[in-house]
């Protein structure tokens, strides 16, 4: 039996493309809901492109015939938009001067006509009104799946005693055919001898080798800072490996995401100069109430934003002294470090860059692949979030840019991931994330 949709208008402010991702079925959209629409449309930012986006594909497919009687998608699947149905059942409970209660009205009308009504919203109140009037209600995006069920980017493999000792003497071990077909480019690997976890050795599987190569080596340190564990071991070979033009790394707060990033990515602008430019970038996405408008320039009105990065600059500053960079101003100030938002980053090319987009789990699916697709010849972008800290009402931790980037983009050759999960950056800090 086929189902119908109801949609809520945050789900096509999350998705301008939702309707096309309901297979064969019925899309239904209430009459209120593009009003709703209509109201983003002229805003400067994510919603507002997903309005315009929607209305304009709505707009298109009003040349296959009436939207009200129902129109063929490229999918199979039809969609309706039509005038607020009134429910029979519950009338008396349903007060339709509220915007929610109206697309509930709605819903409960199509599934007192004896259709298969599935409600689709992001929001969780709206969901939990639709229990109360017999309405099954679903949230939009990959609900079969959770945090625990993201690809780590890393496994253990043991091998034979000798196996090991030939890893670590020819820095090469080839892997079998039948585990190549299991594992993804650049994963990273924890050697370990059969019988014995303690005798383990660190690599890196590399697709076109077929087999693990060994982690670049740090032994004198970047920028002063040194791995603390596995995972960062991982992350600062990947962040790098030149070979390697995206990388992601996830964890909690305090586990060294973007200090890693910004060391290694100053390690590869200034020290070895293979990239012009250190760009770092976040989104301006408050946390908590909003302050409304800032105060002074450009520069002084992004400077509570930016500072999370100063923070890590300073720190990094005061353990890397040098007579060429005495301070991250004079890098600046010579346009080798240049720190911004995401905010004007549509439409631009960044060539031969380290680009850094820190807190990327507050970005949509779509907004990290405006980002991406913004690389040119030789620049390489590093991705770093808590998916666990999203501060975006329309994200949630499995449905967020960087977790889709994550699971979209494992399979390529020039990607590389890791999660940490080993707080670093204080005894109080690791207790808090465990037990707050």
Not at 255 to 261: D, E, F, R, V, Y
Request: glycine content about 8%; overall charge negative; proline content about 3%.
């Amino acid at each position: 039996m086929s189902k119908t949709f109801v949609l809520d208008t945050n789900v096509i402010l999350l998705d301008a493309q939702c309707i096309l991702r309901f297979g064969s079925n019925r899309v239904f959209i209430p009459l209120v809901v593009i009003e709703e629409v209509d109201r983003f449309k002229k805003d400067q930012n994510e919603n507002g492109r997903s309005a315009r986006q929607f209305s304009r594909i709505v707009d298109d497919l009003r040349g296959g015939g009436s939207l009200a009687d129902g129109v063929k998608l490229e999918n199979g699947g039809t969609l309706t938009i039509s005038v607020d149905l009134k429910a029979k059942t519950h009338s008396e409970h349903i007060d339709l001067m509220i915007t929610d209660n109206k697309i509930l009205s709605s819903a409960l009308a199509l599934k007192e006509k004896g259709e298969n009504v599935t409600l689709i919203t992001k929001d969780i109140n709206c969901r939990l009104k639709a229990d109360i009037l017999g309405l099954y209600a679903e949230d939009y995006g990959n609900q079969d799946k959770s945090l625990d069920d993201l690809y780590s980017g890393q496994r253990t493999y043991e091998v034979s005693l000798a196996d090991l000792q030939e890893f670590e003497k020819n820095r090469f071990l080839a892997l079998p055919n039948a585990m190549e077909q299991h594992i993804h480019p650049n994963e990273y690997m924890i050697v370990t001898e059969k019988g014995n976890d303690r005798h383990r050795a660190l690599g890196r599987y590399h697709k076109g080798k077929g087999g693990i190569v060994p982690l670049i080596p740090m032994r004198e340190g970047i920028w002063g800072i040194y791995p603390k564990n596995i995972e960062q071991q991982f992350a600062l070979d990947a962040l790098l490996n030149d070979e390697i033009k995206l990388v992601s790394l996830v964890g909690k707060a305090g586990i060294g995401k973007t200090l890693l990033a910004i060391a290694a990515g100053l390690e590869k602008t200034i020290s070895h100069e293979n990239y012009s430019r250190l760009l770092v970038s976040r989104p301006i996405q408050p946390m908590g109430r909003d302050l409304g408008y800032l105060p002074g320039d450009v520069n002084e009105k992004l400077a509570p934003w930016m500072q999370p990065i100063f923070d890590n600059m300073d720190f990094l500053f005061g353990q890397h002294r040098s007579d060429s960079s005495s301070s991250y101003d004079d890098l600046i100030n010579h346009g080798l470090l240049h720190i911004e938002p995401l905010t004007y980053i549509r439409g631009r090319s960044i060539p031969g860059q380290y680009l850094i987009v820190d807190e990327a789990q507050n970005l949509s699916p779509h907004e990290v692949k405006t980002i991406i697709t913004r690389a040119g010849e030789g620049t390489k972008i590093v991705l770093t979030g808590d998916c666990q800290q999203i501060d975006s009402p329309y994200l949630d931790e499995v449905n967020n840019g960087l977790a889709y980037c994550v699971d979209r983009m494992k399979t390529e050759d020039i990607i590389a991931h890791t999660i940490l999960k080993v707080g670093e950056r204080s005894a109080l800090s690791e207790a808090a994330s465990k037990h707050l």
